[in-house]
């Protein structure tokens, strides 16, 4: 279906009356006007509800804006990552070589110069176009084709951008570089002529060190984190020069909702493997790497850094006699050590998470008798000493 005809002044002002709507019961109504493209209307609400979330700025920003399919915007950047990455590669021009979504796209205005966005499918071509002409400072042209395609004819850029495909006509999800569309490690010999850095945003699934051998010409990894959750895994790629895994800097960044560092780590594996934490069993406090900085590793350059202790080698938590204010994750007051056995414990309700400890959360959950949410959290985990335990603690909030 055409998406311009939600550019229809009644259909566009029945969006912006009903964006809030619960979608499932407006679709049990009859449209408006029979004519309308009701299926088309209620997928344009849903996504609005959604980029008020993922892209808080858009919807406001001009009347005409129309938001691609839900599905499409799952996989798109937030605005506030896109921001970050934005500032990650200095130059003048860019290439966003899978459109998606145009966030990316859109992002890059502000720190370059000029640039130009693909995108094979024709329809969300179009619909890029008319987005980005309301919402970047300059025109930024933009082609219908395969990145693959394009690649071979188009003219060197300061940097391209990569957002693979990772997910089929099926819906079915895919995480190997290979496997996605399109497929960079085929891509790459013919985009190392074009592009003086490549940036290539990946599943947080894939493996980082696999995702590095596999490409071969990492220079650096982000590892982005947005509100509370790691969103994406970003690579930049030197096509000049082959990077020795051990000394690639691996960033893990917090951002807030304008793409700016709340806090981020860096580190390398040489650096991590010539690190020795030292061990010990709790103490008065307790911290929690938050998403992005357990996604990205660096445990004991963490510990480090931090002036803190681990409580075991594969156990990712760690403690302190003092409170830690710029650690990177949740800090917690220990109220209590207790063993896994529920007539030890003082509280029916409470957080549960298991860190290197056998079995679900929902088993243990069960076996416990414990209900979820509440004050208190529990963290089932091994400690230094092999013995296994309920770490009792309340949250201390942070500014």
């Given at each position: 279906m055409d998406w311009r005809r939600l550019l229809e002044p009644d259909i566009r002002d029945f969006i912006r009356a009903h964006e809030k709507d619960d979608v499932r019961n407006l679709a049990l109504k009859k449209p408006p006007d029979e004519n309308w493209p009701w299926v088309l209307t209620l997928d344009q609400i849903k996504a609005r509800q959604k980029a008020r979330i993922k892209l808080p700025r858009w919807p406001d920003h001009h009347d005409d804006i129309i938001f691609p399919p839900p599905d499409i915007l799952e996989q798109a950047s937030s605005a506030p990552t896109a921001r970050y990455k934005a500032h990650l590669v200095a130059g003048k021009t860019f290439a966003d070589l899978t459109?998606?979504?145009?966030?990316?796209?859109?992002?890059?205005?502000?720190?370059?110069?000029?640039?130009?966005?693909?995108?094979?499918?024709?329809?969300?071509?179009?619909?890029?176009?008319?987005?980005?002409s309301l919402l970047c400072r300059y025109s930024v042209p933009v082609h219908h084709s395969k990145a693959e395609d394009f690649v071979q004819t188009m003219a060197p850029v300061d940097l391209a951008t990569l957002d693979p495909q990772r997910r089929n006509e099926n819906k079915k999800g895919f995480y190997r570089l290979e496997d996605c569309s399109p497929d960079i490690t085929a891509l790459l010999p013919a985009l190392s002529k074009k592009a003086?850095?490549?940036?290539?945003?990946?599943?947080?699934?894939?493996?980082?060190?696999?995702?590095?051998?596999?490409?071969g010409i990492v220079e650096a990894v982000h590892v982005v984190e947005w509100q509370g959750?790691?969103?994406?895994?970003?690579?930049?790629?030197?096509?000049?020069?082959?990077?020795?895994?051990?000394?690639?800097?691996?960033?893990?960044?917090?951002?807030?909702?304008?793409?700016?560092?709340?806090?981020?780590?860096?580190?390398?594996?040489?650096?991590?493997?010539?690190t020795e934490p030292e061990y010990t069993l709790p103490q008065k406090f307790l911290f929690e790497p938050s998403p992005a900085f357990q996604k990205a590793g660096g445990f004991n350059t963490l510990a480090h850094e931090y002036d803190v202790k681990k409580l075991h080698k594969h156990t990712h938590l760690y403690t302190a006699e003092d409170p830690c204010p710029n650690f990177?994750?949740?800090?917690?007051?220990?109220?209590?050590?207790?063993?896994?056995?529920?007539?030890?414990?003082?509280?029916?309700?409470a957080n549960?998470?298991?860190?290197?400890?056998?079995?679900?959360?929902?088993?243990?959950?069960?076996?416990l008798k414990l209900t979820d949410g509440g004050d208190d959290y529990l963290f089932a985990c091994t400690l230094c000493d092999e013995n296994k335990a309920l770490l009792h603690g309340r949250k201390i909030e942070q500014i």
């Open positions: 459109g998606g979504a145009g966030v990316d796209s859109c992002a890059l205005t502000e720190t370059y110069q000029s640039g130009i966005c693909v995108e094979q499918d024709k329809n969300a071509a179009d619909l890029i176009a008319h987005n980005l003086k850095r490549i940036m290539l945003k990946t599943s947080p699934m894939l493996d980082i060190w696999e995702a590095v051998k596999t490409l959750e790691c969103k994406e895994v970003v690579y930049i790629l030197n096509p000049t020069q082959k990077t020795n895994s051990k000394d690639i800097p691996i960033t893990s960044a917090r951002v807030n909702d304008n793409g700016e560092v709340i806090y981020d780590f860096t580190f390398t594996k040489e650096c991590e493997e010539n990177p994750g949740r800090q917690f007051e220990i109220m209590d050590v207790l063993p896994v056995d529920k007539k030890a414990l003082p509280i029916s309700k549960l998470t298991l860190r290197n400890f056998p079995g679900s959360t929902q088993d243990l959950r069960k076996k």
